[in-house]
């Protein structure tokens, strides 16, 4: 075992952190009170992430960070847990690209009214590179305000270099989606190919081109793009975050044709701090445990405090349009 650290990317900042080297992956330790081992990276690699959990068990173990839970996920589409863990049911958020007019009909009316109605006000979706001319659109859109969705955005105040770097990942095997409107960049989406599935990193746009709902129309390029390439699935991160089972970004996500994909995600205790934490379901999180309606009404207040002190930058696209880091 090779030990180590590496940088992550924690809230849109890069971070070091303890890591090891087992069976060709690295693993990261993050967490305070309670240090959870995950493979780096997992839901953009290729091949079977953790191809034999015995021995990463055992490995980690004498690792010197000590952390107290290792965990990993199955291949999306498992529907029976192949391993003798602790086992919590993830889910995803996934529309089948075999076929685009089967999707493309299945959508509500409101979502094709969306999309034509994104053309009819002048904007054009395409495909482009990752270039210097992207990376200073997407530049301009991440310092359009500083707080999104009622919150912080991770992403704001970042100069050129450091956007550049953020989004530099993956280029052998990603599309960069874009949305321009009078030849500005006004939102782009960067998909990751992971052999047959298709995950979107990041959805984006202009507040101030809400209206046109570059959105919804960059979302009918990428699911016509992954169906013409062969992709069985375009993921947009979760479909259910926590407890919030009702929330605005749901609703985005359903009315765009998504779909909920559950999969099982494996905890393995390898402290008996880690199995008190698994016992108390305290592996989960915090904001995993407090009811719904709990969770909106904070969320709700912290909006309001962000437009009441003026730092919301305007009108938040959370009141719009959940789009986000896949990773949000």
Same mark, same amino acid.
């Given at each position: 075992?090779?030990?180590?650290?590496?940088?992550?990317?924690?809230?849109?900042?890069?971070?070091?952190?303890?890591?090891?080297?087992?069976?060709?992956?690295?693993?990261?330790?993050?967490?305070?009170?309670?240090?959870?081992?995950?493979?780096?990276?997992?839901?953009?690699?290729?091949?079977?992430?953790?191809?034999?959990?015995?021995?990463?068990?055992?490995?980690?173990?004498?690792?010197p960070?000590?952390?107290?839970?290792?965990?990993?996920?199955?291949?999306?589409?498992?529907?029976?847990?192949?391993?003798?863990?602790?086992?919590?049911?993830?889910?995803?958020?996934?529309?089948?690209?075999?076929n685009?007019?089967?999707?493309?009909?299945?959508?509500?009316?409101?979502?094709?009214?969306?999309?034509?109605?994104?053309?009819?006000?002048?904007?054009?979706?395409?495909?482009?590179?990752?270039?210097?001319?992207?990376?200073?659109?997407?530049?301009?859109?991440?310092?359009?305000?500083?707080?999104?969705?009622?919150?912080?955005?991770?992403?704001?105040g970042?100069?050129?270099?450091?956007?550049?770097?953020?989004?530099?990942?993956?280029?052998?095997r990603?599309?960069?989606?874009?949305?321009?409107?009078?030849?500005?960049?006004?939102?782009?989406?960067?998909?990751? =190919? %992971?052999?047959?599935? *298709?995950?979107?990193?990041?959805?984006?746009?202009?507040? !101030? &081109?809400?209206?046109? #709902?570059?959105?919804?129309?960059?979302?009918?390029?990428?699911?016509?793009?992954?169906?013409?390439?062969?992709?069985?699935?375009?993921?947009?991160a979760?479909?259910?975050?926590?407890?919030?089972?009702?929330?605005?970004?749901?609703?985005f996500?359903?009315?765009?044709?998504?779909?909920?994909?559950l999969?099982?995600?494996? =905890? %393995?205790?390898?402290? *008996?701090?880690?199995?008190?934490a698994?016992a108390?379901? !305290? &592996?989960?999180?915090? #904001?995993?445990?407090?009811p719904?309606?709990?969770?909106?009404?904070?969320?709700?207040?912290?909006?309001?405090?962000?437009?009441?002190?003026?730092?919301?930058?305007?009108?938040?696209?959370?009141a719009?349009?959940?789009?986000?880091?896949?990773?949000?």
């Amino acid at each position: 075992m090779e030990v180590g650290t590496v940088q992550i990317s924690v809230k849109g900042r890069w971070v070091s952190v303890p890591s090891a080297r087992i069976q060709g992956r690295d693993i990261v330790v993050t967490g305070k009170g309670i240090k959870v081992a995950t493979v780096k990276d997992a839901e953009w690699l290729t091949g079977e992430v953790v191809s034999n959990p015995e021995l990463f068990v055992s490995e980690l173990k004498e690792f010197p960070s000590k952390p107290d839970i290792f965990t990993f996920s199955d291949k999306l589409g498992t529907t029976t847990p192949r391993y003798p863990y602790h086992v919590e049911w993830d889910n995803a958020a996934a529309i089948p690209t075999t076929n685009y007019k089967a999707w493309w009909e299945g959508l509500p009316q409101v979502s094709r009214k969306n999309v034509r109605r994104s053309q009819r006000r002048g904007v054009t979706v395409k495909v482009v590179p990752f270039d210097d001319e992207l990376v200073a659109g997407i530049t301009k859109i991440y310092n359009e305000a500083p707080i999104r969705q009622g919150r912080r955005f991770w992403h704001f105040g970042k100069d050129f270099a450091t956007v550049k770097r953020d989004n530099s990942h993956y280029l052998d095997r990603c599309d960069f989606v874009a949305a321009y409107f009078q030849n500005e960049l006004i939102g782009f989406i960067k998909i990751v =190919y %992971v052999e047959k599935v *298709a995950r979107m990193m990041q959805i984006l746009s202009m507040n !101030l &081109h809400f209206d046109k #709902r570059p959105a919804n129309a960059m979302i009918a390029k990428a699911v016509e793009l992954c169906s013409e390439k062969g992709a069985s699935h375009l993921i947009y991160a979760r479909y259910i975050y926590g407890t919030k089972a009702n929330s605005p970004v749901t609703e985005f996500k359903r009315r765009n044709g998504f779909e909920q994909l559950l999969f099982p995600t494996y =905890y %393995v205790p390898l402290t *008996a701090k880690g199995r008190m934490a698994i016992a108390l379901k !305290l &592996h989960l999180g915090i #904001r995993n445990l407090i009811p719904e309606n709990v969770m909106n009404m904070l969320l709700n207040t912290r909006a309001k405090i962000y437009k009441w002190t003026g730092r919301d930058g305007g009108e938040s696209d959370g009141a719009k349009t959940p789009e986000q880091s896949a990773d949000d």
